[in-house]
């Protein structure tokens, strides 16, 4: 006799267990696995009035935690966006700490500096730290405020 699947419920605690999700990524995995979307609705609702979903406080987490590995507002966004938070609570977060974001970038910049001893040519370091904080979302202005305070010490 065939094994019947999990429930809805089951697959959703199953997944929030592996790691915490968003109402949306949530929602993407329960489709994906066939359920239908009257019942994924219903089970997602109930995840939020239990509080195992709660995209404003995940929001706040993978802000502080983004911010910990070194990376800028730009980048932030874009994480965030795909897994389906709030823009405006991203905005807001992003907003309330912008000393984090200069403590990020300088971090960053230390350690591509670590690996730029070898570079000569300051005016090929200075593109080459420039183009590598660019890709990790800094924006010019919190770059360059980063970079001068770097070259006054």
């Known amino acids: 006799m065939p094994k019947e699947p999990p429930s809805a419920m089951t697959k959703a605690m199953d997944l929030l267990a592996a790691r915490p999700l968003s109402e949306l990524e949530l929602l993407t995995k329960l489709r994906r696995a066939g359920y239908p979307d009257d019942e994924c609705d219903r089970v997602i609702a109930e995840c939020v009035k239990r509080q195992y979903l709660n ?20 980048q932030i966004r874009m994480k965030l966006a795909r897994r389906g938070l709030d823009t405006e609570t991203v905005n807001g977060l992003l907003a309330e700490s912008p000393e984090e974001e200069l403590d990020a970038a300088r971090r960053a910049l230390e350690g591509k500096l670590r690996l730029l001893t070898k570079e000569s040519d300051p005016r090929k370091k200075r593109e080459k730290l420039f183009r590598f904080m660019a890709g990790r979302g800094f924006s010019p202005g919190v770059i360059f405020k980063v970079m001068d305070e770097k070259r006054e010490e």
Request: proline share 0%; hydrophobic share 35%.
């Open 55 to 74: 995209d404003e406080q995940l929001t706040a987490d993978c802000v502080d935690i983004l911010h910990q590995r070194n990376l800028g507002a730009r």
